[in-house]
């Protein structure tokens, strides 16, 4: 995406300020008439894989002089919607040579929105003219968005026709002009003012294109009128779709059958109304409003015949009626098919002739009526009777088809056909499905809705006769095995018989003949072709293609003789279309007779287990066992007003009156039942789940219980389901891991939450002997749980401690999908769009050893870091202890350390007199010391855990991961180390007698300097300054029995003794100078700080605490709890509900 970003705006650039070259250049390049017909030619036909070559012969030809028939050629090009970016290169490249070429191409390309005249178009005109105004108005687009034009009035032009008041009275018309709109809003969302909802560098170029607000506010404007119009015509369609459906009713009642031609307007009405509100509704998710909604209605949400439209039968009520079809994605694939009309130009249908003779030879309709009729009434009427089920009439259908066909050849004249030859042939080329054979080899591999959808219109493009037979041939021969390949084929009949009527006849021939022959074999061989057979025949009644008589033919056939592969025949049938048959009304009675006669001939037939129960089955699922009817719960009001705020009323644009209007519920009473509905977060639509986290975040803000009981909830549900592991909460525990994912996006859980979720889905009961029942190896839920939670909000993890945390989980992951075997390929797909999204340069093992070989590398690596993180982290506890700024000077690396406020460097007699006082208080002062590391080492993790980029995360995970002997050997050592050093210190005091040792008083009085005493052992004297000559006097204080005496010694000047302990003493007044210096800078640091002078780095007080004038850690403390306090703030969700995370 980037990429093409990056293109765009280069392009963009060179379009605006185009370097086009002079007349002289010109001439040097080739100008011959034949060379610049050529390339115009080839300018009809620009497609992607000539681009490159297209453009190399623009640059060596001077078009100057036919820059005219070049805009045409561009014109009359039919691009597709893959080759819109190489033509919007070569306008760029004419566009940067040739000044006049962007006017002209934008007038040309004006002229395909002018409206036809009235009268002279033909349905395969409009078809083609509506894909024509498509690919133009894209064109038209890019070319904008690309800087060749720069006038955003064309597309005011444009929306102004397309939104013309006059449309709305042609169908055709309003919906050609609503698909247009769509496209226009989902390509040019900028210029309607929307939100893009793309990547930051899209919004930042689309944001570099100017356009003025007028113009915008005129196009949303008028694409807002145009589509309250639609809804308003819409709705008057409903009115009287409604109308239609309960005069049939009426009718239904009184004859009991309803009329072909009320039958056929029914229809063309359903479908008509069906697709304008498909259209009404894919512009209204484009322009980001709300899609209209109509009035609930047992019947106008169906599309069906009239028959069906009609209400109940008499004596029964309303309510009572059960549905056709289970869901509505059933509903939907059974009977929403794609009108061929609209995709495919009517020549390539055989149906242009017809229409453009419609009001000649009206014969045509009444012929065509007939064929209608034939598949309705081919089987004859004594059908109880002929067991065979062979048919008559439709022999003849093909007879009198070639005979139609034949008379249609003569009165034609040779050079119209020769004419529609050509222009068949003209759109076969055109079309994508060029090779027949190529088409059928996909016909397999179709097993999906869209996929058979596309493959229905690529027929169309290579449609004639032969192809027809050998496709009808090939729908025929499905793999017996292969019985999921049915209903899509039966969808691609049923489509292709809307316009090609021979389909449809030749198929029923071939299963019906088929049948008839396996069922008269009565041998008890091929029992997969059988079911397969009848299965075939069961999805085409469902579509509508075989009538419901050859179906009761083919069920009493197998009635008549009531055994061994008749039986799995006919409960097969029953399996497939016996619950549509009755339901439908018009079958339902006859449908319900059978089922009776088949549980008299299972009660009367002594059938063996496995085909009773198959009977059982069949039986039940066409009529289920009767229930009571489910009793609705009264609640009160208050619990209704909440129910319909969260289940009816939550979207985009209510979330914050939502948001309001709960807050302003009594929530002392109903705090228990918002959490209960919160609960039900998996019966709201799923993409509104990330409103439902959005408004816990908001309530947050003023009820910190309610997020807390919404979390603990949500990890419960979780744990549950994984302890339960029943299929039927699947759905339910997929959308609670969505919910566990936006609750971290809106910041209400930590990652550590969700790893510690992501690890107990891939570790609780794996590997136990409860294995097999909490995670079968054949069971890959929980990989998909995994990837439910990352696909919504790994995208977070992409740096620090997560990133690495999330690389850690990943490695464990993949062993663990190894270990499963081979997996799906669907969910093998997700994973790879997982691993593209999260990590696409992560390493992805092929093998379980190999994964396993890469985690035992990881945790070696872990191991030896935490080992060095932990002689680390001693270290580090030391620093600020010994080492602090205020209580450092460099002479020398000594250290001086202060212990209650005294130095060591204070009198001998305040030494001595608190020496044993002194020794309890340092022991309490190195408690106070490991307290206080214990507090700080506290705070770090605390703050570790508030900031998930703190490199101390990953430190304090893996110190967990130690193992237990290892650490008690650790701890085992330390501890007698520990004991080893306070013994030795309890022994050293003990060998020191003379620190009890007091100085006599007596021997002080009255001398101005006292001197230094100490303990002769130590090692420490006195200097006498008022020695005299040469010599010094030292006092040396001596012990005798219990008398303490102090004794006079003189020893030279010059000697060693003496010279040192001046320098000592020199030494330690620096040092006292110095910190005295350190003790007032830092003093007047703090005075500054609290003035507002400066402003302190915020890790300045994690990296060197700071004592307090009195020598305490509070203020250290104080500014690490700030800290932490700035930093959760900067967490906390920003506007009510709206902080998510970006």
Not at 500 to 524: C, G, H
Not at 671 to 699: P, R, W
Not at 1044 to 1069: C, F, G, Y
């Amino acid at each position: 995406m980037k990429k093409q970003i990056e293109a765009k705006r280069a392009l963009r650039r060179a379009n605006f300020s185009p370097d086009r070259p002079d007349a002289s250049f010109l001439r040097t390049l080739d100008s011959s008439i034949k060379r610049n017909t050529a390339v115009i030619k080839k300018l009809k036909q620009i497609n992607e894989e000539q681009r490159d070559g297209l453009l190399e012969e623009l640059k060596s030809v001077n078009l100057s002089k036919f820059v005219t028939e070049a805009v045409t050629s561009i014109c009359d090009a039919k691009l597709k919607s893959s080759d819109i970016n190489a033509a919007v290169q070569v306008c760029s490249l004419l566009h940067q040579r040739y000044k006049d070429f962007a006017p002209n191409l934008v007038q040309g390309l004006l002229k395909v929105f002018l409206p036809g005249k009235a009268g002279e178009e033909l349905d395969s005109d409009r078809s083609s003219r509506a894909m024509r105004k498509r690919s133009t108005l894209k064109l038209l687009m890019e070319l904008y968005v690309c800087g060749v034009t720069e006038d955003a009035g064309i597309f005011v032009s444009i929306v102004k026709d397309l939104t013309s008041s006059d449309h709305l009275r042609d169908r055709e018309a309003t919906q050609t002009n609503l698909s247009l709109l769509v496209a226009f809003t989902r390509q040019g969302r900028f210029l309607l003012g929307l939100p893009l909802g793309s990547p930051d560098s899209q919004e930042e170029f689309y944001k570099e294109i100017n356009a003025s607000q007028d113009h915008k506010k005129q196009l949303k404007k008028m694409i807002q009128s145009f589509y309250d119009s639609a809804v308003f015509l819409l709705q008057s369609e409903h009115a009287a779709l409604r109308q239609i459906e309960h005069e049939n009713a009426r009718m239904l009642n009184a004859k009991g059958e309803l009329s072909e031609e009320n039958a056929a307007s029914y229809e063309k009405m359903r479908k008509s109304y069906d697709h304008l509100f498909r259209s009404i509704s894919s512009l209204a998710e484009a322009m980001d409003i709300q899609p209209p909604v109509m009035p609930e209605d047992a019947h106008t949400t169906r599309l069906s015949a009239g028959e069906e439209g009609a209400s109940s039968p008499a004596g029964k009520e309303p309510a009572s009626v059960e549905p056709i079809w289970d869901d509505e994605d059933t509903r939907l694939f059974y009977e929403s098919l794609p009108d061929l009309r609209a995709f495919v130009p009517a020549v390539l249908l055989g149906e242009s002739e017809s229409k453009s003779g419609e009001s000649k030879t009206p014969e045509q309709e009444v012929r065509a009526d007939s064929e209608l009729g034939t598949a309705e009434v081919h089987v004859p009427s004594n059908e109880a009777e002929n067991a065979s089920g062979e048919v008559v009439p439709e022999e003849k259908n093909p007879n009198s088809e070639k005979a139609r066909e034949k008379e249609k050849d003569k009165d034609e004249p040779e050079s119209s056909r020769k004419e529609k030859e050509h222009e068949k042939e003209k759109w076969k080329s055109f079309g994508d499905g060029g090779n027949l054979d190529s088409l059928l080899q996909r016909l397999p591999g179709a097993v999906s809705r869209d996929l058979i959808d596309q493959l229905t219109v690529d027929f169309c493009y290579v449609n004639s006769k032969s192809n027809r037979k050998k496709l009808v041939r090939t729908l025929f021969n499905v793999p017996r095995t292969s019985l999921e390949l049915l209903p899509h084929y039966s969808r691609m009949v049923a489509t292709l018989s809307t316009c090609m009527k021979d389909i449809t006849p030749m198929l029923l021939q071939l299963l019906e003949d088929e049948f008839n022959f396996l069922i008269n074999k009565k041998d008890q061989m091929n029992i997969e072709t059988k079911i397969k057979n009848i299965r075939f025949l069961g999805e085409l009644a469902k579509f509508r293609v075989a009538p419901s008589t050859l179906i009761f033919t083919c069920l009493k056939s197998c009635l008549d003789d009531f055994s061994h592969h008749n039986i799995d025949v006919a409960c097969n049938l029953l399996e497939t279309c016996g619950r549509f048959l009755y339901r439908s009304p018009e079958t339902s009675v006859r449908m319900g007779n059978m089922l009776d006669i088949i549980m008299r001939l299972k009660n009367v037939k002594n059938l063996d287990a496995r085909h009773s129960t198959l009977v059982e089955n069949a039986y039940y699922q066409c009529r289920p066992p009767e229930r009571s009817a489910r009793v609705s719960k009264v609640r009160p009001l208050l619990h209704q007003y909440i129910r319909k705020l969260l289940f009816l009323d939550l979207d985009k644009s209510s979330i914050e009156r939502i948001l309001r209007q709960l807050r302003k519920m009594p929530w002392d009473e109903c705090e228990d039942y918002v959490l209960k509905c919160f609960m039900k977060v998996h019966k709201i639509k799923y993409n509104q789940v990330h409103l439902v986290a959005s408004l816990t975040a908001g309530l947050n803000r003023y009820h910190d219980s309610f997020a807390v009981a919404v979390v603990d909830e949500v990890l419960e549900e979780i744990r549950v389901g994984l302890e339960q592991n029943e299929y039927g909460m699947q759905q339910r525990r997929i959308v609670f891991m969505r919910f566990l994912g936006e609750l971290y996006n809106y910041r209400l859980i930590d990652s550590c939450v969700i790893f510690e979720t992501l690890y107990l889905i891939i570790f609780y009961g794996h590997g136990t002997p409860e294995q097999e029942l909490l995670d079968p190896t054949e069971d890959y839920f929980r990989i998909r749980l995994v990837i439910m939670l990352l696909q919504t909000c790994g995208q977070f993890f992409d740096r620090g401690s997560s990133k690495r945390k999330l690389d850690r989980f990943l490695l464990f992951f993949q062993r663990y999908v190894l270990a499963k075997g081979s997996i799906p390929l669907d969910v093998e797909f997700d994973l790879q769009d997982l691993f593209a999204d999260l990590r696409p340069k992560m390493t992805r093992y092929a093998t379980f050893e190999e994964a396993n070989q890469a985690l035992l590398e990881m945790e070696e690596r872990e191991n030896m870091m935490m080992e060095k993180a932990a002689n680390g982290k001693y270290l580090e506890m030391e620093v600020p202890f010994s080492a602090e700024p205020s209580q450092v000077v460099g002479n020398g690396g000594n250290v001086l350390r202060r212990e209650n406020g005294v130095d060591e460097g204070e009198s001998l007699s305040e030494t001595e007199s608190g020496s044993m006082d002194g020794h309890e208080e340092e022991e309490d002062d190195v408690e106070r010391d490991e307290e206080g590391e214990e507090e700080e080492e506290e705070a770090e993790l605390e703050h570790a855990a508030v900031s998930e980029e703190d490199d101390h995360v990953k430190l304090r995970c893996k110190s967990k991961e130690v193992d237990p002997l290892e650490d008690a050997d650790f701890e085992k050592e330390l501890r007698a180390l520990m004991q080893e050093s306070v013994d030795s210190r309890k022994s050293e005091l003990r060998a020191r007698p003379t620190l009890n040792m007091m100085m006599p008083m007596n021997l002080l009085e009255g001398t101005k300097d006292h001197g230094r005493a100490q303990d002769p052992e130590s090692g420490d004297e006195g200097i006498d300054e008022h020695g005299s000559g040469h010599n010094v006097a030292f006092r040396v204080l001596v012990k005798k029995g219990n008398k303490h005496q102090l004794k006079q010694l003189k020893i030279p000047r010059d000697s060693s003794l003496v010279q040192s302990t001046r320098q000592k003493e020199a030494a330690e007044l620096e040092e006292k100078q110095d910190i005295k210096r350190l003790v007032l800078e830092y003093n007047e640091r703090e005075e500054d700080e609290r003035t507002g002078g400066t402003t302190q780095p915020l890790n300045w007080s994690s990296s060197s605490p700071s004592r307090s004038p009195g020598g305490g850690r509070g203020g250290a403390y104080d500014a690490g709890s700030a800290a932490r306090s700035s930093v959760s703030r900067q967490r906390r969700p920003l506007a009510a509900g709206y902080g998510r995370r970006r």
